[in-house]
């Protein structure tokens, strides 16, 4: 595979909450960041962080809007969807992927943190909305 496809294929095992599948994909010295959080260094600690997030989300969709590389190195600008139930957070993403010998060696994403906190509250109103709409808000 060529770095976007291992790229996109790792998106796509985290989208199908494939936490096992996404980090076959994983070298063992792999660096995971979500900027401007601490960083998980280690394929242990990226699988701890991963498999966290089933305790807040129960869908998680990437919505690609571009994505490049430059050799190893994959950039790529995206919408990224967290949802638990009818609540979903939304957030512009930027991430840096590094890929050497078909493994992501890092995993660097970059978010506004306070837009993250917008969504994250406006998350709850929206929900109720859609619970009391039947879904179509």
């Not at 919408?79 to 979903?88: I, M, Q, R, S």
């Not at 512009?92 to 917008?118: N, P, Q, S």
Request: hydrophobic share 45%; proline share 4%.
């Amino acid at each position: 595979m060529t770095p976007i496809e291992t790229v996109q294929s790792f998106l796509k095992a985290l989208e199908e909450l494939n936490f096992e599948g996404a980090l076959e994909l994983c070298g063992d010295d792999m660096v995971y960041q979500n900027v401007p959080l601490p960083a998980a260094r280690g394929k242990v600690a990226v699988a701890r962080t991963l498999r966290s997030f089933e305790r807040v989300m129960d869908r998680f969709e990437v919505r690609m809007h571009n994505i490049a590389a430059n050799g190893p190195v994959v950039l790529t600008e995206r919408t990224d969807v967290l949802a638990k139930g009818k609540y979903e957070i939304v957030i512009w993403v930027c991430g840096t992927f590094e890929v050497h010998d078909g493994k992501i060696t890092l995993w660097r994403d970059y978010f506004d943190l306070a837009a993250l906190t917008a969504s994250a509250v406006l998350a709850v109103p929206r929900g109720l909305v859609r619970a009391f709409s039947g879904g179509r808000f």
